[in-house]
């Protein structure tokens, strides 16, 4: 079964985390088979929180892909997000 969860990287006290793709039995940061974005938990000011390539999680989910907890809140999140600013976007071109 695939899943699609968050893996660590960063150093200590300082987490990063990459959104993969991966099979349930391997190690939250061992083999994966797909990268589809980051999360940076310590962004400040103008670093870029999270990306995620939506339209290959759409894909793996379509698949039978199933996303953790904490995914599916950064997806909700950042759908959001990204709703805003094209909705930002289209009020600047007007």
């Known amino acids: 079964m695939l899943v699609i969860r968050l893996s660590r990287a960063g150093s200590k006290k300082r987490p990063y985390y990459h959104i993969t793709v991966a099979d349930r ?7 994966f088979v797909e990268r589809l ?7 400040v000011g103008a670093s870029e929180r ?4 939506l339209d290959s999680y759409e894909q793996w989910v379509r698949k039978g892909a199933q996303p953790s907890p904490r995914v599916k809140q950064l997806i909700k999140a950042y759908r959001k997000q990204s709703a805003g600013t094209a909705a930002a976007g289209e009020e600047a071109a007007a």
């Open 25 to 31: 039995r391997e190690p939250r940061d061992g083999r």
């Open 37 to 43: 974005g980051f999360f940076n938990p310590g962004a």
């Open 50 to 53: 999270y990306r995620i390539d």
